[in-house]
């Protein structure tokens, strides 16, 4: 199966500072790559599909990029609801898999 | 608007049986595939398979045991999960999760989880 791995584990970040989220797949993947946001006690929500798409209602402050085993997602102005974890997901090669998340924390 | 409504938390011996039901309203049923992700305590998202919500055809991601099985009753719209011969090990929140089409793909709307615990 293809493992996902995000870097870092944990990303300390300041209100406002720009924030960036890596993962990277163990093989070449196509666009199918989506982004989740996951607070305390709550269930996952898609922010991006398609590698760069926002999902409906996600601010624009929310970007993804990337292609083949190198994806990104940036906040550009991260908010107090904005600190999370957040997983990427494949949905290119069977089983689709996720990686072990991203925690952003305020620094 | 899009729901998925899932059943409470269960607590259960091991080698016991669980069913997770996951009702879903404010779209067509049909037209979304549906997906099971689990998640131990603490830890990442495992997806565990999807549902052909039009065929009711099961695909499991991993499972040689055939311990999880996927169903449907269209008549309600909902769709279950069930694990026999439960371990300590299936202790999780398991979430349902809609694909934006018919074939298991992203996961755009989430059920609110049912966590269930395996404890003697």
């Known amino acids: 199966e293809v493992v996902m791995t995000q870097s870092p584990a944990t990303l300390s970040v300041s209100p406002g500072e720009r924030a960036t989220l890596s993962c990277r797949a163990s093989?070449?993947?196509?666009?199918?790559l989506a982004w989740y946001q996951q607070k305390p006690g709550q269930a996952p929500r898609l922010l991006i599909y398609?590698?760069?798409t926002r999902a409906t209602g996600i601010p624009a402050r929310f970007g993804g990029s990337g292609s083949g085993t190198e994806f990104t997602l940036t906040i550009s102005s991260p908010q107090s609801e904005d600190f999370a974890i957040y997983y990427c997901?494949?949905?290119?090669?069977?089983?689709?898999?996720f990686g072990q998340g991203t925690k952003v924390e305020i620094k | 608007q899009v729901q998925l409504v899932q059943s409470g938390s269960e607590l259960k011996k091991p080698g016991a049986s669980v069913k997770v039901s996951c009702e879903a309203s404010?779209?067509?049923?049909?037209?979304?595939?549906l997906s099971w992700v689990r998640q131990a305590p603490g830890q990442g998202l495992e997806w565990m398979g999807w549902?052909?919500?039009?065929?009711?055809?099961?695909t499991y991601a991993q499972d040689s045991t055939g311990r999880f099985v996927f169903s449907l009753d269209t008549s309600v719209r909902t769709a279950y999960l069930r694990i026999s011969t439960l371990k300590a090990e299936d202790t999780a929140v398991y979430y349902c999760?809609?694909?934006?089409?018919?074939?298991?793909?992203?996961?755009?709307?989430w059920g609110q989880g049912t966590l269930v615990t395996v404890s003697s």
């Open positions: 997901q494949q949905y290119t090669h069977w089983p689709w898999t």
């Open positions: 404010g779209y067509s049923f049909s037209d979304h595939a």
């Open positions: 549902i052909n919500t039009i065929t009711g055809n099961p």
């Open positions: 999760a809609r694909s934006s089409t018919w074939y298991a793909t992203d996961f755009d709307f």
């Open positions: 093989r070449g993947l196509s666009s199918n």
């Open positions: 398609g590698t760069s």
